[in-house]
Nanobody, 115 residues
Framework: QVQLRESGGGSVQPGESLTLSCVAS????????MNWYRQSPGKQREFVGVISSDGTTNYADSVKGRFTISRDNPKNTMYLQMNSLKPEDTAVYYC?????????WGQGTQVTVSS
């Protein structure tokens, strides 16, 4: 029913910025919170941040002050603005929407930060 797809990943140098997008088929963003997760090579998937239905955000300590989550409900899109990127930010980034009936995940987009 609902499909999520991330985009915007790429390869950048430390200190540069990227903006990721997560687009959903179906209109679900108006009532559900949405999460960003990431998974680095050889590590478990970790929480990055969340935005609630009213726009309230929360972030992992590792990205606070550098990453910003926003949402555009009419476009069924969530964004992750990443500034001051570090090599340790290298990971596959996933969006996640936990509804009351199903826990939706995208397929991920690769972010590589290296000099």
């Amino acid at each position: 029913q609902v499909q999520l797809r991330e985009s915007g990943g790429g390869s950048v140098q430390p200190g540069e910025s990227l903006t990721l997008s997560c687009v959903a088929s179906g209109r679900i963003f108006s009532i559900y919170a949405m999460n960003w997760y990431r998974q680095s090579p050889g590590k478990q998937r970790e929480f990055v941040g969340v935005i609630s239905s009213d726009g309230t955000t929360n972030y992992a300590d590792s990205v606070k002050g550098r990453f910003t989550i926003s949402r555009d409900n009419p476009k069924n899109t969530m964004y992750l603005q990443m500034n001051s990127l570090k090599p340790e930010d290298t990971a596959v980034y996933y969006c996640n929407v936990p509804t009351t009936s199903f826990n939706y995940w995208g397929q991920g987009t690769q972010v590589t930060v290296s000099s």
